[in-house]
């Protein structure tokens, strides 16, 4: 479920958890509010990146490039700009579908899969109210470890913030594993051939 949860809040979330006092504003001047502005989006991305979160999943159907790879791949696909990490590619798409091979290199996707490509993949997500409530409590978490040093100068607030990070990561990934229906397994053709 969504957060409405927005910057400053996730931040003071942080805070809390450091027992320090809350910011007005992201955008007020401090030199604490300067470091979660200038680290907040880094992080996010990265902790988007470690999981597959139902809130940054993406669909796309990928038209080919007009030119091919010069060897090795018959097709390149152009990534979408949001594009924080590719899902593993099958057939249509489907998360249990026969695999497709498939390499990025740089910002495309080399395949011999032709167009169009059905792709899933992890987005950047730019509204933090979007977030789910477990994300939330990871994400403030890890902005608490990061910031630890630089807020109290103590290393044993962060040493405690990267196990209640963990914790709270865990914890978080499990829940939103959870919504859904289970993923069937994939197609196998030494099973197939057993039918």
Not at 28 to 45: C, H, I, M, Y
Request: aromatic share 10%; glycine share 6%; hydrophobic share 45%.
């Amino acid at each position: 479920m969504p957060s409405e949860l927005d910057i400053t809040a996730l931040c003071n979330l942080a805070l809390d958890y450091l027992d320090e006092a809350p910011l007005t504003s992201i955008d007020e001047g401090t030199s604490v509010a300067r470091w979660f502005k200038r680290n907040f989006w880094p992080l996010v991305d990265g902790l988007t990146r470690k999981h597959p979160w139902n809130f940054a999943l993406a669909r796309v159907l990928l038209p080919a490039n007009s030119t091919s790879p010069p060897f090795g791949w018959a097709y390149a696909y152009t990534l979408p700009s949001d594009c924080l990490r590719v899902l593993p590619l099958s057939d249509d798409g489907i998360d249990a579908g026969s695999p497709i091979a498939f390499k990025v290199e740089k910002a495309d996707i080399v395949t011999d899969r032709p167009p169009p490509l059905a792709l899933r993949y992890i987005a950047r997500t730019r509204n933090p109210g979007l977030f789910d409530n477990q994300f939330c409590d990871a994400l403030a978490a890890l902005l608490a470890q990061k910031a630890a040093h630089f807020i109290t100068g103590k290393q044993s607030y962060a040493q405690a913030m990267a196990q209640m990070y963990q914790g709270l990561l865990n914890d978080a990934q499990m829940i939103d594993a959870l919504e859904g229906t289970p993923d069937g397994p994939l197609d196998d053709d030494w099973l197939n051939a057993r039918l």
